[in-house]
Every structure is written in C-alpha cells, then in structure tokens.
C-alpha cells in the first residue's frame, strides 16, 4: 500500500491574497475618488470663468442699460459660483492661456486682473486672419488641485494638478 504524502499545504493562502491586493484596489479606488474631485472642481472653475464672462461682456452690448462692469464685478461673480460649489476662490491663480488673445481687428484690447483672474475686453475670438473679426471678452485663471496617493517608502506621494479655465463670449449688439 502507498502513503501520499502532502509536499504542499495550502493553509493561509487567502491571507497572503489578501495581503497583496488589497494596497492595488485601495490605490485604484483612491485614483477614482481623487480623479472624480478633480473632475468636479475642473468643471466648476469652467462654469465660473463662463459666468464671469457673460457678466464681462455687458460691458460691450448696446441695448444694455445702467453702468458698465468691471473685472471687480467679474472676479465678484467668479467668486459666488466658486464658494456656492464649496471651493476657495482664494486659490485662483493667474493664467494667459496659450496662445494669449490678440487684439486684432477689434481694436483697443485692454487687459485688466482682480483677484487673480484676468480679463480681456476687444478681443478677438476667431482667427486674426478672419474678416469680419468675432470680438467679445475672454476670462481666464487656474485653480491648483494637490492630491496624493499612497505609494513609495513614505507612504503617500503629493500630485499637483494646475486646473485652467479659459471662457470666451462674444458680445451682442
């Protein structure tokens, strides 16, 4: 008669399963949490810069009545959008977006910032090359999103996103 002989044992096995991938779809749902809040507050920073911009372009309409805005009013409204979104407008940052805005066939562009955000008033919003040029305003400024996600020695490594918002709006006369 033949005895079988167990080489192997595999008691605990689970234990090291568990041990080694848990950390991977702790990190995975990190990633999703951290890329879903980035997600958001791009979205949110984007809505203010439009927001900002349709408050900007009333500067240009001629049917408008009472006093012109300024990029005070603009950064005011930026800023109402922002905290209503639970988010620091103390954070924006100043940005020219790449490539800047010409003045072109619009005549006269001025550039002015408040609060971080910049605005430019007669600019051109299609090519400068176009005839007749599409003039309006365009509001920009960054929001900095630093996230970290567990990895390395330390424990956590710190990633730093610059969010850019860019909206233009042309006027209506």
Not at 7 to 31: C, H, K, Q, S, Y
Not at 33 to 44: H, K, M, P, Q, V
Not at 64 to 77: E, L, N, Q, R
Not at 122 to 141: E, H, I, K
Request: contains cysteine.
């Amino acid at each position: 008669m033949m005895q079988r002989f167990k080489f192997r044992r595999d008691e605990g096995t689970e234990i090291a399963e568990v041990a080694v991938i848990l950390p991977i779809v702790i990190m995975f749902l990190l990633a999703i949490l951290w890329f879903g809040r980035a997600f958001n507050i791009y979205s949110t920073i984007t809505h203010a810069a439009r927001e900002g911009a349709m408050v900007a372009v009333q500067q240009n309409c001629a049917t408008c009545t009472g006093s012109a805005p300024t990029v005070s009013d603009v950064a005011a409204k930026v800023g109402q959008v922002l905290q209503a979104a639970s988010i620091d407008p103390s954070n924006i940052r100043p940005y020219t977006p790449t490539p800047a805005p010409r003045a072109g066939g619009c005549g006269g562009m001025t550039t002015t910032t408040a609060s971080n955000i910049t605005l430019y008033t007669n600019a051109q919003l299609n090519a400068v090359t176009s005839n007749p040029p599409a003039c309006g305003v365009v509001v920009s400024f960054e929001y900095p999103f630093t996230f970290f996600l567990p990895s390395g020695s330390s424990g956590r490594s710190l990633y730093n996103l610059r969010l850019k918002a860019v909206a233009q709006t042309q006027g209506e006369n």
